[in-house]
T-cell receptor
Framework: AQKVTQAQTEISVVEKEDVTLDCVYETRDTTYYLFWYKQPPSGELVFLIRRNSFDEQNEISGRYSWNFQKSTSSFNFTITASQVVDSAVYFCALSEARAGNNRKLIWGLGTSLAVNP | EAGVTQFPSHSVIEKGQTVTLRCDPISGHDNLYWYRRVMGKEIKFLLHFVKESKQDESGMPNNRFLAERTGGTYSTLKVQPAELEDSGVYFC?????????????FGPGTRLLVL
């Protein structure tokens, strides 16, 4: 069965600190996708990144970076020099990538990040 | 380009009443998904449409839930009769699959409270 675990329920940091959000997943599939979504206080789910299981290169986008390690089944998300606008709930999700139509997402419980001025 | 829209944003109904949620996907997206988040639990898949066809409705809780996507455009999710445990946030997502790759884009959700 597929499962996503985000062990950190809530994190609180002071602005400009770096923060890492952990995500550990379980799947029997050899091919799969991993995602991060952000849910700001307004409630919508905002797509941040998609990563294919064959691509273990880390990715950086501005202050955001992602560390994908297949050996430990982890896909961690780091925010460098955090800002108040980063305050949100962050979700990690997994979907299979086999041929076929359903790519339903399996979600973690989310990590609520509060960045304080 | 307009994103995924959902209506209403909030709904408060009494147990036993009927509620219909609507989702308008991004234009051109064949795939449409419904998810639900019950307070304190993870977001869970309900069902998946490809155009007007239901591909997978394995996540639908019971037969009080009925989803349709007539004409392969917008979708509705009707709950009849609503029960207390149906309260939660209902998210809709749409996607276009290209070369095997797919990203689901979400609407703002409908917050349903059943009293």
């Amino acid at each position: 069965a597929q499962k996503v675990t985000q062990a950190q329920t809530e994190i609180s940091v002071v602005e400009k600190e770096d923060v890492t959000l952990d995500c550990v997943y379980e799947t029997r599939d050899t091919t799969y996708y991993l995602f991060w979504y952000k849910q700001p206080p307004s409630g919508e789910l905002v797509f941040l990144i998609r990563r294919n299981s064959f691509d273990e290169q880390n990715e950086i986008s501005g202050r955001y970076s992602w560390n994908f390690q297949k050996s430990t089944s982890s896909f961690n998300f780091t925010i460098t020099a955090s800002q108040v606008v980063d305050s949100a709930v962050y979700f990690c999700a997994l979907s299979e990538a086999r041929a076929g139509n359903n790519r339903k997402l399996i979600w973690g419980l989310g990590t609520s990040l509060a960045v304080n001025p | 380009e307009a994103g995924v829209t959902q209506f209403p944003s909030h709904s408060v109904i009494e147990k036993g009443q009927t509620v219909t949620l609507r989702c308008d996907p991004i234009s051109g997206h064949d795939n449409l998904y419904w998810y639900r988040r019950v307070m304190g639990k993870e977001i869970k898949f309900l069902l998946h449409f490809v155009k007007e066809s239901k591909q997978d409705e394995s996540g639908m809780p019971n037969n009080r839930f009925l989803a349709e996507r007539t004409g392969g455009t917008y979708s509705t999710l009707k709950v009849q009769p609503a029960e207390l445990e149906d309260s939660g946030v209902y998210f809709c997502a749409s996607s276009h699959r290209q070369g095997g790759r797919e990203t689901q884009y979400f609407g703002p959700g409908t917050r349903l409270l059943v009293l």
